[in-house]
């Protein structure tokens, strides 16, 4: 088993919370499915997003505020997985992380996303849980008031 620590880059931001949120979930899944094969992974979208999420809006979901994080990251790991989901080709976040992997010196390899759901079907998903939930809460919001 090695122990080297390794980056897990992916695309994140995208003007649709849907995309962003089934990204999450997808690299998260990427993540595990590395992890239960021995390897040691940081996963910067694992980690922030929920983060950014109870910030109630005082850090930023951009790379502009994550970058000087991410270096940081980057200054101790020995390898950087690029996951190519959707975007990554034009990501500023994974595009700056593959430069500074090269400015350190990082090797940079390359992952195909080939689990179940597809990205796709992760976005469809999203969409259809907020929604369900949506009309749960109504559902609750109406029984109470009969009540």
Partial sequence: MKTELIYL???????????RRARHMLVNKVAAK????????????SHTP??????NGKLPIGWDFWEKFDRQYLGVVKKIIVLRLPGWETS???QAEIKIGAELGIPVEYMDYDLEPS???TVELMKNTEEF???LEEIRQDTLKRT
């Fill in 9 to 19: 880059a992916c695309p994140y931001s995208h003007a649709d919370r849907y995309v």
């Fill in 133 to 135: 939930c949506h009309s």
């Fill in 34 to 45: 590395l992890m239960s094969e021995g390897l040691f992974i940081f996963s910067p979208i």
């Fill in 92 to 94: 500023t976040g994974v």
């Fill in 50 to 55: 929920p983060i950014e999420e109870v910030s």
């Fill in 119 to 121: 990205v796709e079907e």
